[in-house]
């Protein structure tokens, strides 16, 4: 598969929760909704991405700030098989979120890594085209992000519950193909949740996460794991 998928519009919301309060949420979850299919034994994979920026932390900074209208790029791969890697774009507006992705090779994102990125815009495909045209401005591979999520879904309202636990960095960019090439944990002892959904969130939802004493937030893995280069 090769053609970029086309964005959509979603609601998105993330706590930070305690272990204690992480303990009992899964439980609930567990009895009431269906695990991610995707994840191994135990209901759990892990997530790598890359993320991109400017020299001047233009995504860092926009997000510390608090801007409606921002963007970022970032490659991801899950586990430890780097044969399945996304390209994604990451736009938020209004308090809305899309998520564009495009397929990329092994051997592409390694390119792409040693600034060989020419077979971006000759790819033809709209993603790749658009981040060529911003690594030409400036934009590059900036932050290894690493942490173990268990997901749930829900059909009705296209509802996708995460639970990402272990948040850790790699040392660079070059850290990325490497699993097992991690820093440090940058937040232990916690974890984040993220609730995500279409037009509506349905009401056993909204009861089903409520964690007393929490609010939404504008949590972010990239700006957390940032703190600590």
Same mark, same amino acid.
């Given at each position: 598969m090769t053609t970029d998928r086309p964005p959509v @519009? &979603?609601? #998105?919301?993330?706590? @930070?929760?305690?272990?204690? #309060? *992480? @303990?009992? !949420?899964? &439980?609930? !979850? #567990? &009895? !009431?909704? #269906? /695990? *991610? &299919?995707? /994840?191994?034994p135990g209901g759990v994979y892990r997530v790598n991405s890359l993320y991109f920026d400017t020299p001047a932390d233009t995504a860092l900074r926009q997000k510390l700030d608090g801007v409606d209208r921002r963007e970022k790029f970032r490659l991801r791969y899950y586990g430890q098989d780097t044969g399945f890697l996304r390209l994604e774009k990451k736009s938020k507006q209004n308090g809305l979120c899309q998520k564009q992705s495009a397929r990329l090779s092994e051997e592409e994102v390694r390119l792409l890594l040693a600034g060989q990125i020419d077979f971006l815009l000759h790819s033809g495909r709209p993603l790749l085209v658009e981040l060529y045209s911003k690594m030409r401005a400036g934009l590059r591979p900036r932050t290894v992000v690493c942490y173990d999520r268990q997901a749930f879904v829900y059909r009705p309202g296209n509802v996708r519950i995460t639970l990402d636990r272990a948040l850790r960095r790699g040392n660079g960019p070059a850290d990325f193909l490497d699993p097992e090439a991690l820093a440090c944990t940058v937040a232990p002892g916690g974890t984040i949740l993220e609730v995500k959904y279409d037009a509506f969130l349905p009401d056993l939802v909204r009861m089903a996460v409520q964690v007393p004493g929490r609010r939404a937030g504008a949590w972010s893995k990239y700006a957390a794991c940032r703190k600590w280069e």
């Open positions: @519009w &979603r609601h #998105e919301y993330k706590h @930070w929760i305690t272990p204690q #309060e *992480d @303990w009992v !949420l899964t &439980r609930r !979850l #567990e &009895r !009431l909704f #269906e /695990a *991610d &299919r995707h /994840a191994g």
